[in-house]
């Protein structure tokens, strides 16, 4: 059972429904086991790359280490709480540490579940399951994935008009304002003109095609939901709620808004 061959919509069901479990508790067991989960589940059923998976994870590495070190300095201090360490207004208590872990591995949980899906995951294949399961209006759908086309065509026509202002000799770096702000100009309107051409363009060509919106349509691609899916979704399922019960075993286990 290969992620790539699962039906999209059912997948980002599963990772929405994980996330809203996963939402409900607060201690630093629970996320942690189901990060561990999630990243086996990535790399051994989605076949992606470790080294490409750490690239992207990087980031909201990061940002959960910060956020752990700011809340972990920055508690308020209250009674029964066991001071760990202190110097000046920086204070560490184990409260404060629990809570602070608690809340960088929640961040993680999340991360790691929204990547299993876009890294097995193709757009065009996610819209389309959604018009064809969930019923997503056809002119809405065809408005998303033209966008999404259009983003490479505009990074691509931004080098261009860059290439050719370099050719006339026009300054790229100024460390005048006014000069940044004309500079963006030059940069806008093109991009803004070409943007609307090709709108009109698409628009003509899907006219042309037949093109409604209507709901009652065909597709060349039929996506369908099968045994697989929900095997997957009881996987997934499965394995947040074995890490919720381990967490209770421990006697970890709590509530968000009982700890907030």
């Given at each position: 059972?290969?992620?790539?061959?699962?039906?999209?919509?059912?997948?980002?069901?599963?990772?929405?429904?994980?996330?809203?479990?996963?939402?409900?508790f607060f201690d630093p067991?629970?996320?942690?086991?189901?990060?561990?989960?999630?990243?086996?589940?990535?790399?051994?059923?989605?076949?992606?790359?470790?080294?490409?998976?750490?690239?992207?994870?990087?980031?909201?590495?990061?940002?959960?280490?910060?956020?752990?070190?700011?809340?972990?300095?920055?508690?308020?201090?209250?009674?029964?709480?066991?001071?760990?360490?202190?110097?000046?207004?920086?204070?560490?208590?184990?409260?404060?540490?629990?809570?602070?872990?608690?809340?960088?591995?929640?961040?993680?949980?999340?991360?790691?579940?929204?990547?299993?899906?876009?890294?097995?995951?193709?757009?065009?294949?996610?819209?389309?399951?959604?018009?064809?399961?969930?019923?997503?209006?056809?002119?809405?759908?065809?408005?998303?994935?033209?966008?999404?086309?259009?983003?490479?065509?505009?990074?691509?026509?931004?080098?261009?008009?860059?290439?050719?202002h370099r050719i006339r000799?026009?300054?790229?770096?100024?460390?005048?304002?006014?000069?940044?702000?004309?500079?963006?100009?030059?940069?806008?309107?093109?991009?803004?003109?070409?943007?609307?051409?090709?709108?009109?363009?698409?628009?003509?060509?899907?006219?042309?095609?037949?093109?409604?919106?209507?709901?009652?349509?065909?597709?060349?691609?039929?996506?369908?939901?099968?045994?697989?899916?929900?095997?997957?979704?009881?996987?997934?399922?499965?394995?947040?709620?074995?890490?919720?019960?381990?967490?209770?075993?421990?006697?970890?286990?709590?509530?968000?808004?009982?700890?907030?």
């Amino acid at each position: 059972m290969l992620l790539h061959n699962l039906n999209p919509a059912i997948k980002a069901l599963t990772v929405i429904v994980c996330i809203l479990i996963l939402s409900i508790f607060f201690d630093p067991v629970t996320p942690l086991i189901s990060i561990t989960f999630t990243i086996l589940v990535t790399l051994l059923l989605g076949k992606v790359s470790w080294k490409r998976w750490l690239l992207l994870f990087s980031p909201f590495l990061f940002f959960a280490i910060v956020y752990i070190w700011s809340s972990m300095w920055f508690a308020e201090v209250e009674a029964g709480d066991t001071i760990l360490w202190q110097w000046g207004f920086l204070t560490m208590t184990d409260s404060g540490l629990e809570t602070a872990i608690s809340l960088g591995l929640r961040v993680l949980s999340f991360s790691v579940l929204s990547l299993l899906f876009v890294l097995t995951t193709k757009p065009v294949d996610f819209i389309l399951s959604l018009m064809q399961q969930c019923k997503l209006p056809p002119k809405l759908a065809y408005g998303i994935m033209a966008g999404y086309r259009f983003l490479p065509l505009i990074r691509e026509e931004f080098s261009i008009i860059r290439s050719a202002h370099r050719i006339r000799g026009v300054k790229q770096k100024t460390a005048s304002l006014p000069e940044r702000i004309r500079n963006l100009k030059r940069y806008i309107i093109p991009l803004l003109a070409g943007a609307i051409r090709k709108a009109e363009r698409t628009a003509l060509a899907m006219e042309s095609k037949g093109f409604t919106g209507e709901g009652d349509r065909t597709f060349y691609r039929r996506f369908h939901v099968s045994g697989k899916d929900w095997l997957f979704l009881f996987l997934m399922v499965s394995g947040i709620l074995m890490s919720v019960f381990v967490s209770w075993s421990l006697g970890t286990l709590g509530l968000y808004q009982k700890e907030l």
